[in-house]
DNA sequence: TTGTCAGATTTTCCTTTGCCGAAC
DNA sequence: CGTTCGGCTTTGGAAAATCTGACA
């Protein structure tokens, strides 16, 4: 019952987090058709994600039904808010149900997300709202929350809760999460190349240009030029357009033209502009995204935002962002209230995971808190009267919650704050641009441009007066980006990272640090171009092992991106073969010169070179599932180190070795599965005591108590010692069998030479008429009742008797339909007798026991004659064959329309009738005798 | 607060070559 | 009387995955 309970729970859970899902996608498709008109691939990728939310519906819609079914879900999985009984509306992404076991649903408790509640007389303080008892249902104010988003949940006991912790997810919990990732993940592709493909728009491209300074347009009669000669530039953007928190915006999907109208916009926007001014100016960009997608784990306890803040009401992540961070205040009218919701998840541009809500509370919260020490130290007062505000929020934030000092991510926030707030003149700034320096990555914005940025949308009306952490958004962790080809970085030249929205260039190597300290994760990071894309993720991500096991099955990936990859790389100029020194050029292919480099293969090498040498981890278990290395410790007992070195390193005092030196191991029968025996004298690497005694063996221990110690260890053998499996040729047309008297059929390469496997069912009873040697085909086991069985398809012949057999099972295969044929005729014959046998039966009976039962049940059967024939014959004149000779011992009325007593039926085309429902045909003779057939 | 590690717990994987009796 | 076919009973240990708590 529990396992039940758990397992609607996690099924409600995950509807919930897909329809969420669904939601933002179905967001953004309003605005597809603006980017793109023929684009398809935006249409099939909202298929696919249509699919799973009503799968995902369908499995929960019994937990709906118990509790109430007051939830509704249309057919892509859009939450609907259908009123309760008390006026309450439930949101179903942000609904939970959490069935208590021994109660089941005594106490509703609902809280407010939006921190309404606070201004409804319900109290400030997030405990009393937790703590207030909703049973009667009676809940104050709630008609004028007509539209706010409100949490259900179900009283859970301690006890039941700690149980769930437990659950694990199953089988199905996997795999469902793998096709969310997989179908989010080919979202996040679409979109990246909408965006890529608005980057391409002339009319962009030509107002931003027109926006630029004439002595900035220079760069574009460059040739060769180098990261230093993109500082100006940038520095210019970054001052002329200001990222901006969009939650309340009219546009949920980037629009570029309104960006670029308003000179502000999301991230993603401002990073497509950028991308699109340097393709104005005829350099070679990609447009760059962290495909933050969802988990492609099973996330059940996490998998609703609110959750930490349910499991920790006192100090959870919500309160403390509920008082910290004023949420957009919610027009109450407004019919896409539940869309709203995300549009405010969206601005930070976070996974839809577990980790969503916890990401961009936390990083408001940091940046809240440093905005408002900041403002303790800038001289110059915050406009709008936001020191007040920041600093208020962060003395609450610190009453709730202390500080974390002196870790990464607060550095990193605090640097990133300090580059949106503190003082730095344009001048200087152009300064340092000039100077090139590669390494000076996070350039302070000017006077100016912090006033601007400084703006969010919400502060000035925020209802509580509490401020939204200023330039939130634009200090949140990078997701997206541009890469310039340098041609003048390196020999052969280099993709450079260059991050308008944090006024980052050249700082592929902070990315990891900086997603970090906002909890995104580096899982997958494409570079778009010309409608393609390329898989970048190693030029970033520092720690592979970490991410590795978080990506999706790689040659699923792989074949995704194939095409999308050709597309890159012919927009990018990467199929041009380059010559020497860093001048890129389009050459013709010199057919005397075998060995050249093309830009996309130097990449290629680069990041190939980039997996080859990543740094050792630092904690043991990270060795243990690591593609480059190993440690004794945790290999398993199949495993073994071959030869033993060399030691690269050490962790924990453990040895590190090259994962290259790790061999498997496998008994010879395992071995024999793959082709491969092991040669003559080798002796086992490794004994393994066996757990599972063969049956046999267990048999003859029962009944003499004396071990056999030959079957009591598992040999394994490592792949040096094999060789290609060499088996018995057939010899004279007998196949080579073993011990049982058969052939092991795991793959082709087990067949003996000379023999064939027929996997033809009933072929062995082929062979032993024509008294052809033949064994048995094993090709598996299956496992039932604790217990192994052989599973047999076909026989192994040799290789000469293979068409002999094969005609031999031809014609038999026919002479058994031809029989199967005739028996089955034979049998219909036999029914239709004992059908028209029963008619007549019953006939009789009706005619001496009643008149009255005739006229009520055999409307269908007229009155007819007792002499009826049977028959196939297909003519127009249809007659049964076989006669059924009335004794005349019975008293038959018969009707007027027959014409004589004596009387053969003839069912004539014309009196026919189908009726198409029932797929019956009723045939009449014109005595008025019918027959109904039901076609088959 | 976060990362690491060891131990505990849960889930998944691997194991691997019949017998008996009723019906036909 | 021989052949066919369905039911029987439902392992259990190791590895892998994951959780927990202690500690730095």
Same mark, same amino acid.
């Given at each position: ?41 935006? #249409? ?14 369908? =499995? ?36 939970? !149900?959490?069935?208590? #076991? ?105 107002? &931003? ?58 991230? #993603? ?49 919500? +309160? ?71 600093? #208020? ?111 980052? =260039? ?98 290629? /090498? ?21 593609? &480059? ?116 059929? !795991? ?113 269908? /059967? ?14 127009? +004149? ?23 007593? =004596? ?32 076609? &088959?």
């Amino acid at each position: 019952m529990r396992r039940r309970d758990q397992s609607k729970r996690k099924r409600q859970s995950s509807g919930a987090e897909i329809a969420k899902k669904s939601l933002n996608d179905s967001d953004s498709r309003g605005h597809l058709q603006s980017l793109n008109d023929n684009e398809p691939l935006a #249409e099939i990728s909202r298929e696919a994600v249509c699919k799973i939310p009503s799968h995902a519906n369908k =499995i929960s819609s019994s937990g709906k039904s118990m509790h109430g079914g007051y939830i509704n879900s249309d057919s892509i999985g859009i939450a609907k808010c259908v009123p309760e009984r008390n006026d309450k509306e439930v949101l179903d992404p942000t609904v939970r !149900w959490k069935t208590s #076991e021994t109660a089941g649903c005594s106490q509703i408790s609902m809280r407010s997300e939006e921190g309404k509640c606070k201004g409804a007389g319900l109290g400030n303080n997030k405990e009393e709202i937790d703590d207030l008892d909703w049973e009667d249902g009676s809940i104050a104010n709630l008609g004028s929350t007509d539209n706010m988003p409100v949490t259900i949940e179900l009283n859970v006991t301690p006890d039941s809760a700690r149980q769930k912790r437990t659950r694990r997810a199953s089988a199905a919990d996997k795999d469902l999460a793998e096709l969310v990732h997989k179908v989010h993940l080919l979202c996040l592709l679409a979109r990246g190349r909408l965006i890529d493909s608005a980057c391409d728009d002339p009319l962009i491209q030509a107002s &931003l240009l027109s926006l630029l300074p004439t002595h900035l347009l220079k760069i574009s009669s460059v040739e060769i030029f180098s990261t230093k000669d993109l500082h100006p530039l940038v520095s210019w953007f970054h001052n002329n357009f200001l990222v901006r928190n969009l939650t309340s915006s009219k546009r949920s999907f980037p629009s570029l033209a309104a960006a670029l109208e308003s000179h502000e916009g999301s991230p #993603e926007e401002i990073a497509a502009l950028l991308v699109a001014l340097f393709r104005a100016l005829k350099l070679t960009t990609r447009f760059v995204s962290i495909l933050d997608v969802a988990s492609l784990k099973p996330d059940l306890e996490n998998s609703n935002p609110s959750r930490s803040a349910a499991s920790k009401p006192n100090k959870g992540i919500f +309160n403390a962002s509920t008082l910290m961070v004023s949420r957009p205040k919610q027009d109450s009218s407004s019919p896409e209230k539940s869309i709203h919701f995300h549009q405010r998840e969206d601005a930070c541009e976070t996974s839809y995971g577990r980790s969503r809500e916890s990401k961009e509370c936390c990083t408001r919260r940091h940046i809240a808190c440093v905005a408002g020490d900041l403002s303790d130290r800038v001289s110059d007062p915050l406009p709008f009267g936001e020191e007040n505000n920041i600093s #208020e929020a962060c003395i609450s934030g610190k009453s709730q919650e202390p500080i974390r000092k002196g870790n990464l991510e607060f550095q990193m926030q605090l640097e990133m704050a300090l580059s949106a707030t503190a003082i730095k003149t344009q001048e200087s700034e152009m300064e340092s641009c000039a100077k090139g320096s590669s390494s000076h990555s996070l350039n302070f914005s000017s006077p100016f441009n912090r006033l601007r940025r400084i703006i969010n949308e919400e502060s000035p009306t925020s209802p509580d007066g509490i401020s939204v952490a200023v330039g939130s958004i634009k200090v949140g962790s990078p997701l997206y980006w541009a890469e310039v080809y340098c041609g003048r970085e390196t020999l052969t030249g280099k993709w450079v990272h260059v991050d308008a929205v944090n006024f980052i =260039i050249d700082g592929e190597q902070k990315v990891e640090a900086m997603a970090h300290a906002c909890k995104t994760s580096l899982r997958y990071v494409v570079a778009f171009a010309g409608q393609g894309a390329k898989d970048v993720t190693r030029r970033y991500c520092m720690k592979w092992h970490k991410i590795a096991s978080q990506r999706v099955d790689s040659i699923w990936w792989d074949a995704v991106l194939a095409p999308l990859r050709k597309l890159e790389a012919g927009a990018t100029g990467g199929m041009d073969v380059l010559e020497g020194h860093g001048k890129n050029s389009s050459v013709e292919s010199d057919s005397s010169n075998t060995f050249f480099h093309t830009r996309s293969s130097l990449e290629d /090498i680069e990041l190939e070179t980039r997996a080859l040498t990543e740094p050792l981890p630092t904690n043991q278990q990270a060795y243990k599932n690591h593609q &480059l290395y190993a440690i004794e410790k945790w290999l398993t007992r199949y495993q073994v180190l071959r030869p033993k070195g060399p030691i690269l390193g050490f962790c924990s005092g453990h040895p590190v070795y090259p994962r290259t030196c790790v061999q498997t191991l496998k008994t010879k029968e395992r071995w024999l599965r793959e082709g491969l025996q092991v040669k003559a004298n080798e002796h086992p690497v490794k004994e393994l005591k066996r757990s599972v005694k063969p049956y046999n063996v267990q048999v003859s221990e029962a009944d003499d108590g004396v071990g056999n110690d030959s079957e009591e260890y598992i040999k394994l053998f490592g792949k040096w010692q094999l060789e290609p499996l060499c088996l018995p040729h057939a010899v004279n047309g007998i196949v080579p069998k073993n011990e049982r008297g058969q052939v092991d059929v !795991w793959s082709e390469k087990c067949l003996p030479p000379g023999t064939v496997h027929l996997r033809l069912p009933r072929v062995f009873s082929v062979a032993k008429r024509l008294d052809i040697d033949y064994a048995p085909a094993m090709v598996g086991f299956e496992f039932r009742n604790g217990r192994s069985y052989p599973v047999f398809d076909g026989i192994v012949v040799c290789t000469e008797f293979k068409d002999a057999i094969l005609e031999a099972f031809t014609e038999e295969e026919e002479r058994r339909e031809a029989e199967e044929k005739r028996r089955n005729e034979t049998q219909a014959m036999s029914r239709w007798y004992q059908l028209l046998s029963s008619i007549v039966t019953r006939q009789r009976l009706n005619n001496r026991y009643g008149q009255s039962v005739v006229s009520e049940k055999s409307s269908d /059967i007229q009155p007819m004659n007792s002499n009826i024939q049977i028959g196939g014959s297909q003519d127009t +004149n249809q007659t049964f064959g076989c006669q059924i000779e009335d004794t005349g011992d019975t008293d038959l009325n018969v009707s007027s329309a027959a014409p004589s007593n =004596i009387h053969e039926h003839a069912f004539l085309k014309e009196y026919e009738s189908f009726d198409e429902e029932s797929s019956v045909l009723t045939k009449r003779c014109h005595c008025g005798f019918s027959v109904q057939v039901e076609e &088959l």
